[in-house]
């Protein structure tokens, strides 16, 4: 096991943890004081309308641009979102003082215990993105986290700070069949890792065949099953993986263009996120399966339908992907017109893509 | 903890990997006599087609009738499927063999290696089914598992027999995220519970409310997340719990008619695995949330769509469905057309669904 950096050993999440409550503290305080001092009271953050989210090419993501918006109690057509707001920065601060979680329908169906009208989850939904943008944390920092999960595996040593398991340590690598990403390993500490890298997997099954295979201790990797497009907890970890641990994350997808996507929302993130940080991997790199490497590696191919080809050519307007590999790798999808899965490299064998390709990949993701 | 029955000491995961291995020995052993003693060799087992599958009020589940199909390597007709069936024979026998594990996808793909032909992947799906009514055993015992992954959480050590972590245990309560049933929780040894039931939930979110709320040490249960319909290896491992432990299974669902079919399909089975045993759990009890219980609790509801009473409408002529709690609460539904979700409890504290439902439930459960 290799000697985690003295950073990690201050106690990143709780200090997280900590820095949570005192926003919630200060938003709250920000309220009372306006009503101490006889104004109303009014709560003012950056827009998130299709207009001001701009794409900022030096930090390679959809951010928020400069336009406010308000919710002022003085104003009747702000008091039902400025009362909901309120209401559930009341709530949430109680999830985290209680150390209990949620999800987004729990939330929904929570207001009606306090009679706090929301007309559907959408509306409680819009509130809840707008808590992330007034306190610039993602709503897991709040506990409230997506109901799906995917999976974590490697030698990676954490120590709890959820209730009753606080002080508990755990090895990610005691079960082979993988550890879920939910509330108390996204706030545990990390503690050692002998890991140098993590790779991401699109696929169940290929997690499954890297375990086997042992690529965590053949490459030194945290193996990540991102189950397709991965719950916005297990982009949380990635990124927490890279910026805490400073370990290189690549990520291993279908060669398809939906798996170029799902690379691409990992390392730049999405413009429904623009507004956040918290969820992206700046410098992650995406190994394949590529465009190319269907030719190259001689890959089982299926041809691609008329929506796979309409949805190339719409990412291709998008401004993530107007250069390197990103764009190349669009063009070569466009150009042969067929696709592939993880599970073809089979045809040459079941350890194949362990093998042979992997290795490959990650030479070349090194000498980038 | 409690003393595990003697029963359970006895390495019943081991016992059951060298039975398969056995039977694979007697099929590949009958081919080769047949040959040896100058007959083309054939292999006959139950029809899976619709009209041999019938319903079994007494096992209360669908099986197999009587009428029986040859491949016949005589036969040209027969050819074909007669060396799929072998092939992944000896594939699968191959999987055991080596200790890896494969998903349907991979087979698929693994058969391009040897240049076996399936003309895609229903064709390589149907040979597997084959395999499995000649064996008669789940393809999960031939190392062929899904690719989707549900979660357990509790006290239950386990003792792993994958390689690797032969001899390893591990206890299922130490992360509070929840464990991935894969093949190494569904091939490992019992060894010891203090669990008196099982409780399966459908959704990850209500999952992470029973860790926290302590479900597993307040009710003295394993919790498990069926996530919607839950995949095979989670139905294994349900009735592992049910047979090898000799745990009552509890199932939770949404109050909608497709909640109840999934408790159903965990209870009963379903028609596409009639060929099976190994995946049901007959004394299974659904716990809720009924249709009746929306009325009980006042719960949030939604309207049912035409769709919703349409399917109703299929499940009443369904024989599974022919009596007891089962057709009262189809019938409840298609009354009240309302339908609600486990969230729902949400509406009377994020905690009622475990302080006040529960209890009750399986208050009714146990005295029944």
Chains 1, 2 share one sequence.
Request: glycine share 6%; with cysteine; proline share 4%.
């Amino acid at each position: 096991m290799g000697i985690m950096k003295e950073k990690t050993k201050e106690s990143i999440a709780l200090k997280r943890k900590e820095k949570v409550k005192e926003l919630f503290k200060d938003l709250g305080s920000k309220v009372y004081e306006s009503l101490d001092n006889g104004y109303y009271p009014e709560i003012e953050f950056h827009s998130r309308s299709v207009k001001n989210i701009v794409y900022d090419s030096n930090l390679k993501q959809y951010v928020l641009g400069s336009k406010m918006v308000k919710r002022d109690a003085q104003n009747i057509k702000h008091i039902r979102a400025f009362t909901q707001l309120c209401w559930l920065a009341y709530f949430a601060n109680k999830l985290l003082a209680e150390g209990r979680t949620s999800t987004l329908r729990d939330v929904y169906y929570s207001s009606q215990a306090y009679s706090v009208d929301f007309s559907d989850q959408n509306e409680s939904d819009e509130i809840i993105t707008d808590l992330e943008v007034i306190l610039e944390r993602a709503r897991e920092d709040f506990n409230i986290y997506p109901e799906e999960r995917s999976a974590i595996f490697g030698d990676l040593t954490i120590e709890y700070t959820v209730p009753g398991y606080e002080g508990r340590r755990l090895n990610l690598a005691s079960h082979p069949d993988g550890y879920l990403i939910g509330p108390s390993l996204s706030t545990a500490e990390f503690i050692d890792t002998s890991a140098k890298m993590v790779i991401a997997v699109e696929k169940g099954g290929l997690f499954t065949r890297f375990v086997e295979e042992k690529v965590h201790e053949r490459f030194k990797a945290l193996i990540v099953d991102t189950s397709g497009q991965p719950p916005r907890s297990t982009r949380y970890m990635l990124r927490r993986l890279n910026q805490e641990l400073g370990l290189p994350v690549f990520i291993l997808t279908d060669g398809d263009v939906y798996g170029e996507h799902i690379a691409m929302v990992i390392i730049q993130g999405s413009a429904n996120a623009a507004h956040l940080r918290e969820l992206t991997v700046p410098n992650g790199k995406w190994i394949g399966v590529w465009g190319s490497d269907l030719i190259k590696y001689k890959l089982p191919t299926e041809p691609m339908t008329e929506a796979d080809i309409k949805r190339t050519k719409e990412l291709l307007l998008d401004p993530r992907y107007s250069s390197g590999i990103w764009r190349k790798e669009l063009n070569v999808f466009l150009k042969i017109k067929k696709k592939s899965e993880l599970e073809a490299f089979a045809k040459y064998g079941l350890t194949a893509i362990v093998d042979k390709y992997l290795p490959e990949k990650l030479k070349w993701a090194k000498s980038e």
